[in-house]
């Protein structure tokens, strides 16, 4: 399917590896250019480069914090117009309730529920004046089916989600959509790190703790990054306008849930 964005320029935050690099490859596949953001310099220019040779589109890297307003200035000017946004941090460590003070919430909010907003609020302006856009976040399926463990993400991502909930609702008259994406476990380094934690807690190989939570999963597997950023793709493609304000699971059946 031609997904006629070809020629949009897109900015993919974290995408230097996992979820965000498969929306990165996804989004250069249908012909965007793009703008690529992580923290690390290192791997940001060794996937640029392997998507330029791959797609033969252009790269823009910067390497910065998102979630600081230093990092977000210094992305901003150097990503110039942007067509496509798709927002994405790396979750706040696993707990409980009595390890987090304001500063633990204060960091959680920072990175995924602010940082999120922030660069909506400066890019969906121009979005709108052109009459099209996408915006697609990436948050959780921890937004609909809250892990205990979690609660920094539970509470950050879902403040997040209502945020979305209305403004999704006021800027698609404009030809702008604005829509969230909710991973399940994926194959990438944070599935890595949550089951070194089930290692670490009941003593078992890391193979182990991923066959024990593979088999939970209705699709018995972890889902890839390819195949979430197809999903984002599509999100950001000019057949998906009539789609708004969404939460999509991809989760491999994961969440029960009728609706």
């Given at each position: 399917m031609d997904l006629g964005i070809s020629g949009k320029r897109a900015l993919v935050c974290a995408s230097s590896k996992g979820l965000g690099r498969g929306c990165a490859e996804a989004l250069a596949a249908a012909g965007c250019d793009l703008v690529m953001n992580a923290r690390g310099t290192e791997a940001l220019e060794a996937t640029a480069e392997a998507i330029r040779a791959t797609h033969g589109v252009s790269v823009t890297t910067v390497a910065a914090d998102v979630t600081s307003e230093e990092g977000r200035a210094t992305l901003l000017e150097a990503a110039g117009e942007i067509d496509i946004l798709v927002t994405n941090a790396g979750g706040p460590p696993p707990g409980m309730w009595h390890d987090w003070g304001r500063d633990e919430f204060i960091a959680a909010l920072d990175a995924n529920m602010l940082a999120p907003i922030a660069l909506m609020t400066a890019?969906?302006?121009?979005?709108?004046?052109?009459?099209?856009?996408?915006?697609?976040?990436?948050?959780?399926?921890?937004?609909?089916?809250?892990?205990?463990?979690?609660?920094?993400?539970?509470?950050?991502?879902?403040?997040?989600?209502?945020?979305?909930?209305?403004?999704?609702?006021?800027?698609?008259?404009?030809?702008?959509?604005?829509?969230?994406?909710?991973?399940?476990?994926?194959?990438?380094?944070?599935?890595?790190?949550?089951?070194?934690?089930?290692?670490?807690?009941?003593?078992?190989?890391?193979?182990?703790?991923?066959?024990?939570?593979?088999?939970?999963?209705?699709?018995?597997?972890y889902g890839?990054?390819?195949?979430?950023?197809?999903?984002?793709?599509?999100?950001?493609?000019?057949?998906?306008?009539?789609?708004?304000?969404q939460n999509i699971l991809l989760d491999g059946g994961g969440t029960n849930f009728t609706i």
């Amino acid at each position: 399917m031609d997904l006629g964005i070809s020629g949009k320029r897109a900015l993919v935050c974290a995408s230097s590896k996992g979820l965000g690099r498969g929306c990165a490859e996804a989004l250069a596949a249908a012909g965007c250019d793009l703008v690529m953001n992580a923290r690390g310099t290192e791997a940001l220019e060794a996937t640029a480069e392997a998507i330029r040779a791959t797609h033969g589109v252009s790269v823009t890297t910067v390497a910065a914090d998102v979630t600081s307003e230093e990092g977000r200035a210094t992305l901003l000017e150097a990503a110039g117009e942007i067509d496509i946004l798709v927002t994405n941090a790396g979750g706040p460590p696993p707990g409980m309730w009595h390890d987090w003070g304001r500063d633990e919430f204060i960091a959680a909010l920072d990175a995924n529920m602010l940082a999120p907003i922030a660069l909506m609020t400066a890019l969906m302006p121009k979005m709108i004046d052109r009459g099209w856009g996408r915006v697609v976040n990436i948050t959780s399926q921890s937004v609909k089916a809250p892990i205990p463990q979690l609660g920094l993400s539970n509470a950050a991502r879902t403040g997040l989600t209502g945020y979305v909930a209305g403004t999704a609702r006021q800027v698609a008259q404009y030809g702008v959509t604005i829509n969230n994406l909710l991973p399940g476990i994926h194959a990438t380094d944070r599935a890595d790190a949550l089951d070194g934690g089930v290692v670490k807690a009941e003593g078992i190989t890391l193979e182990e703790a991923r066959a024990k939570r593979a088999a939970t999963i209705p699709a018995r597997r972890y889902g890839t990054a390819e195949e979430f950023g197809q999903m984002c793709a599509y999100l950001c493609s000019a057949q998906a306008g009539f789609i708004v304000g969404q939460n999509i699971l991809l989760d491999g059946g994961g969440t029960n849930f009728t609706i």
